[in-house]
């Protein structure tokens, strides 16, 4: 074990340093030290006594960078890491033993089977939001795996990071497991290397940064990221129960400030009302009727972030749409929890992932817009009966039909108008508008959408529950309530095209970070010269029978009969 640290404040990592560290690592890794099992237990060892002997200065790192509350701190990082590594222990010699693998008549006689075998040196970027978490979750997987590793974590969560380069340099093996503190010229540095992978956490806009300098060198990435995770909520539930676990999801998961934090609601028109009172009920009960003053409550992270929430609410679009808190304290990083009703879907606040205390409830009410010369294919628009819509593109017809729910079109229209780089309506004629008056009308608007990092709904109805499982696209879905799939090991947590691509958690984590290997296995004996030349019309239909599986055929084949 050594207690050096990569990088120190006044030390300059430029791709030089970052150069050398990696060889360092990739020596390590090339001499098998990484690869034992005893060296992978002892890690993830370590790493269980760095959490258990330095939970208090975990939870005080979290409290400075963004007032975490001690609960969620102990639990939701520490708690869940433990639990992550509790499981590698137990399962570790499974993981890493070779699966038995079936085989064909055409290799016969023979014997296969997948060996797990690490990547090599490997790069992973992580989060501000649960700079634990996010950050020694995927190093469990992938010390787990046997590689060596390099950890960046988030210059936004300061206190975190210098803690986290600190310890995992008393506890862990720093010829294999390196921590490099930094920001932007860091990241850049480490990203100019050649890596067996990446695993990055964080936005979309930093991981198109990722993907295009791993693809300078063919590497694989894992992208965790993020998006408009949507709440659906039918009538007919315990909506006390289902408010509950929708404010623990949003407010109660670092104040809104996680990739899967429910980000807008959709309910029918006459739910809303009985919904919003929930809500407001259940808030005053959690957080008291002055939330600004809670301990319960993070802060936001930094002033960008502050000022970025706040242009949300300060949009002209959604003034008089707060219906619940609102409340802000610039010098003190805070935002109260947030309800707004029938927020426009062309708003600020629905066009990115809002990650904060603000949560917009659409019923939906929109009013459709439209004009003689609103698409400019033909200038033909054909309104009948508000239930379909029928229009012309380079002499083809192109026609929407609305079903119940006219408002449904609005959404068809806007993709097709963004498809087509349109944008400026140019007059208006009239409107029509309507509600969601069915709540199986949300798939459509959430499906309009970019897909989610997780959608969630709240229903006793078997058949509504079932469509949503099928027809809505996300990373992952829960049904009445939010975000706990996150603590079920078994199941694969990650993203789906703009939410992320690749996935981790239990075995999972262990997979992102290995090679499945193809290993056949054959003796001398068995050697059929029906595989050699020369070629004969005879071992031609021996090897079509043989390939086919057929018995009969491979004993007409054998008897020299022809093809029936």
């Not at 862990?172 to 990203?191: C, K, Q």
């Not at 965790?224 to 539930?237: A, H, R």
């Not at 970070?513 to 004996?525: G, M």
Request: charged fraction near 20%; include cysteine; hydrophobic fraction near 45%.
């Amino acid at each position: 074990m050594g207690s050096e640290q990569v990088t120190k404040n006044k030390e300059v990592f430029n791709a030089a340093a970052a150069s050398a560290v990696v060889n360092e690592l990739r020596g390590s890794f090339s001499a098998g030290k990484t690869r034992s099992y005893e060296w992978r237990v002892a890690q993830l060892k370590s790493m269980f006594k760095m959490l258990d002997e330095h939970e208090p200065a975990i939870v005080a790192a979290l409290r400075d960078d963004i007032s975490k509350p001690e609960l969620e701190a102990s639990l939701y990082e520490v708690g869940m890491l433990k639990g992550s590594i509790r499981l590698a222990l137990k399962e570790l010699k499974r993981w890493m033993a070779p699966e038995k693998a079936k085989t064909e008549i055409t290799t016969f006689p023979s014997s296969a089977e997948i060996v797990s075998e690490p990547l090599g040196v490997v790069l992973i970027i992580s989060a501000w939001n649960y700079p634990f978490l996010l950050s020694l979750d995927p190093v469990v997987g992938a010390i787990a795996a046997g590689n060596a590793l390099i950890l960046k974590p988030s210059e936004i969560a300061p206190a975190s990071s210098s803690l986290l380069a600190k310890l995992v340099g008393q506890y862990m093996d720093s010829s294999s497991i390196r921590v490099v503190e930094g920001a932007v010229a860091e990241t850049s540095a480490l990203l100019e290397q050649k890596w067996d992978k990446i695993f990055y956490t964080g936005n979309g806009r930093v991981a198109r940064i990722v993907m295009a300098a791993a693809a300078k060198h063919l590497t694989p990435v894992v992208l965790e990221l993020g998006g408009k995770s949507p709440v659906v909520v039918d009538s007919g539930i315990n909506l006390q129960v289902a408010t509950r676990r929708i404010i623990m999801g949003k407010w109660g998961c670092n104040n809104g400030q996680a990739c899967i934090s429910p980000d807008y609601i959709v309910t029918t028109k006459d739910y809303a009302s009985k919904l919003v009172d929930s809500l407001k009920c259940e808030l005053e009960n959690f957080f008291g009727k002055k939330p600004m003053e809670s301990k319960d409550l993070s802060r936001i992270v930094n002033s960008n972030h502050f000022a970025r929430l706040s242009n949300m609410l300060d949009d002209d679009k959604v003034a008089g749409k707060i219906v619940h808190g609102g409340e802000r304290d610039k010098s003190n990083l805070r935002i109260a929890p947030t309800i707004l009703l029938d927020v426009p879907q062309d708003s600020l606040i629905m066009s990115e992932e809002i990650f904060g205390p603000l949560l917009p409830i659409l019923t939906v009410s929109i009013e459709l817009l439209y004009s003689s010369a609103l698409f400019f294919f033909n200038d033909l628009l054909f309104l009948r009966n508000a239930f379909s819509v029928k229009m012309y593109e380079a002499d083809k017809p192109y026609e929407i039909h609305l079903r119940q729910a006219p408002s449904v079109l609005l959404h068809q229209l806007f993709f097709r108008l963004n498809t087509r780089n349109i944008i400026n309506f140019p007059c208006i004629c009239g409107t029509i508008s309507d509600k969601v008056d069915k709540i199986e009308d949300s798939f459509d608007i959430i499906n309009s959408g970019t897909k989610p990092l997780a959608a969630y709904i709240f229903t006793n109805n078997k058949k509504l529950r079932e469509q949503f499982v099928t027809m809505v696209s996300a990373g992952g879905v829960v049904v009445n309530d939010t975000t706990l799939h996150l603590a079920v090991s078994s199941l694969p947590f990650g993203g789906v095209q703009e939410s992320g691509m690749g996935s981790y958690h239990g075995k999972f984590s262990f997979d992102a970070f290995s090679h499945k290997k193809a290993v056949l296995y054959r003796s001398f004996a068995g050697d059929a010269a029906l595989r050699y030349p020369p070629y004969t019309q005879g071992k031609l239909r021996l090897m079509k029978a043989l390939m086919s599986g057929s018995i009969i055929g491979i004993i007409r084949a054998l008897l020299g009969f022809p093809k029936a």
